[in-house]
């Protein structure tokens, strides 16, 4: 169990170093104490925001940035941390608004078989547009909304964005292709999402086959039990499930089997620049996941193809498809036809 208690202290102090020199005297002698309290002793750390010559709630901010690490005890505030948080405050200002005036728009970027089968899907990726029609990318605001939780409402958003183009193409006469759209991790502990994506498909005649949700491998590392249900409960209804970003940070082989996935997305990192040597290694790594996976009968989607040879080795893996700039960017709905 982990207490916290918040301190302010007020030094005569002038310089940077002098500072931090004492502090870290401070925090060493906290550090080697404990509190004993009744049969049970309390580790005790420290960790501290400085602000010279400058308000309490600025050395909160200093403090703030290091609450989550593990590596910093001490920070000292500058201008950076004022202006990400004011940039922060300003995204969480704007977001209900931008929902309600459909500035988060749908762009689309194509996939592709790999044995010639041409288009076979796309992918639903998110842009913010600006008032003067620029566009804000998912790196500058999802992080946050993952955090804030209001991820829940986009991406069922744009679920239903996803819904209204393939309306769109089956109103123009057109075959649509199936459209994946990413997912947050949070969605899958609330028991009513398959019921809410439903109410979405519905109300624009949508079958659940024609839709792909791409769920980030971080979310079997938090509750498999509930997510196996999740998924059981969508693939009743219909619904394909796609494992984004594999490769990319914890993955582990056992989810593999233990997660009943469809799709497999291979992270793009896998084709990033290597050395002779470790492109030999990392042939044999690539070549052993599309085979599990195949074997599983679990498609492979490699992700970030920009060259013809990163082509050519997905095509030598027997990777079912492929998406990347060697074939297309992300586009909005109107260009992607
Ligand atoms: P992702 O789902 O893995 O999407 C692929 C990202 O790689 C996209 O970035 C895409 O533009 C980029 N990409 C595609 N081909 C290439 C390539 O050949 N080279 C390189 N370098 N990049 C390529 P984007 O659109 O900036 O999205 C970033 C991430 O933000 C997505 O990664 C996804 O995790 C998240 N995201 C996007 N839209 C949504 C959304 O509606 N909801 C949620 N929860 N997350 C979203
Ligand atoms: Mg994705
Ligand atoms: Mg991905």
Redesign the pocket.
């Known amino acids: 169990m982990t207490q916290q208690t918040c301190f302010t202290c007020c030094c005569w102090i002038q310089t940077r170093n002098p500072s931090k020199k004492r502090l870290a005297v401070i925090i060493e002698q906290i550090r080697a104490s404990s509190l004993e309290y009744g049969e049970f002793s309390y580790d005790l750390s420290l960790y501290a925001g400085v602000a010279i010559g400058e308000e309490r709630e600025k050395a909160l901010l200093a403090m703030q940035s290091i609450e989550h690490t593990y590596h910093t005890d001490i920070a000292f505030y500058n201008h950076d941390m004022h202006n990400a948080v004011r940039k922060k405050n300003s995204i969480e200002s704007q977001m209900y608004p931008a929902l309600q005036n459909k500035e988060f728009k749908l762009?689309l970027?194509p996939k592709f078989g790999m044995k010639n089968e041409g288009l076979v899907g796309a992918?639903?990726?998110?842009?913010w547009q600006n008032p003067d029609g620029s566009y804000r990318?998912?790196?500058e605001f999802?992080p946050l909304?993952?955090e804030n939780g209001f991820?829940l409402k986009?991406?069922l958003y744009?679920v239903e964005r996803a819904c209204e183009q393939i309306k769109a193409w089956k109103d123009a006469g057109l075959t649509p292709v199936p459209i994946s759209?990413?997912?947050?991790k949070m969605l899958f502990s609330d028991l009513n999402y398959p019921d809410n994506l439903m109410q979405i498909l519905n109300r624009y005649h949508v079958s659940p086959s024609l839709i792909t949700l791409?769920i980030?491998e971080g979310v079997a590392t938090d509750n498999l039990e509930l997510l196996n249900h999740q998924i059981e409960a969508l693939h009743a209804l219909g619904f394909r499930i796609s494992m984004?970003?594999f490769g990319n940070g914890y993955s582990s082989l056992n989810m593999l089997y233990q997660l009943n996935i469809d799709e497999l997305?291979l992270?793009?990192g896998f084709l990033r620049q290597v050395s002779k040597e470790d492109e030999e290694r990392r042939y044999i790594i690539l070549e052993q996941i599309v085979s599990f996976a195949r074997k599983l009968g679990i498609a492979t989607v490699a992700?970030?193809?920009?060259t013809q040879e990163d082509e050519a080795l997905i095509q030598a893996l027997k990777c079912n498809f492929g998406?990347?700039?060697?074939y297309d960017?992300?586009m909005s709905a109107k260009e992607f036809g």
């Not at 759209?181 to 947050?184: A, H, K």
């Not at 998406?323 to 060697?326: D, L, R, V």
């Open positions: 762009f970027q992918e639903a990726l998110v842009r990318y998912p790196n999802i909304f993952e991820c986009l991406d744009m759209v990413n997912q947050s791409e980030l984004d970003d997305k992270d793009r992700e970030g193809i920009e998406q990347g700039y060697f960017k992300p």
